[in-house]
């Protein structure tokens, strides 16, 4: 067999086996709503339903969604990155994020892990969503 045929053989296997785990798709926030804001501590509650196709989490890797909050305060045409408050939880193995901060809502349906950077310099800007637990894409 010439190099070149065995490689791409082995590209194909590859992409073969990796085929239940790469489909992840369709990402949708919804019903997105400001629950409860404190303007003197300059503080918002943000509640919101979100859905993706074809999650998944094996032994090693898995697949999330970044979230983010902007906000503008003069009508659009600006925006600014709000920073999260994030308390509680644990803390990821490399130390720089919180795991499921206590207050956060899990929310209902598929058991999610909500992970927040706490970087000093870009922390806090946005959240991982992903699953819990194990499971190939459909």
């Not at 990155?81 to 809502?105: D, E, R, V």
Request: positive net charge; proline residues 3%.
């Amino acid at each position: 067999m010439k190099k070149s045929s065995i490689i791409f053989l082995i590209i194909v296997i590859s992409l073969s086996l990796f085929k239940g785990i790469a489909l992840a798709n369709d990402v949708t926030v919804s019903n997105v709503s400001i629950t409860s804001h404190n303007d003197i501590n300059q503080t918002a509650n943000v509640q919101f339903n979100i859905t993706w196709q074809n999650s998944w989490r094996n032994s090693i890797n898995y697949d999330a969604a970044w979230v983010f909050i902007k906000y503008s305060t003069d009508g659009g045409s600006t925006w600014n990155h709000a920073k999260l408050q994030a308390t509680g939880g644990m803390t990821t193995p490399s130390g720089n994020g919180i795991i499921n901060p206590s207050n956060y809502s899990l929310g209902i349906g598929t058991a999610l892990q909500i992970i927040v950077p706490t970087e000093p310099v870009s922390g806090y800007t946005g959240a991982f969503l992903q699953r819990a637990t194990m499971a190939l894409a459909l």
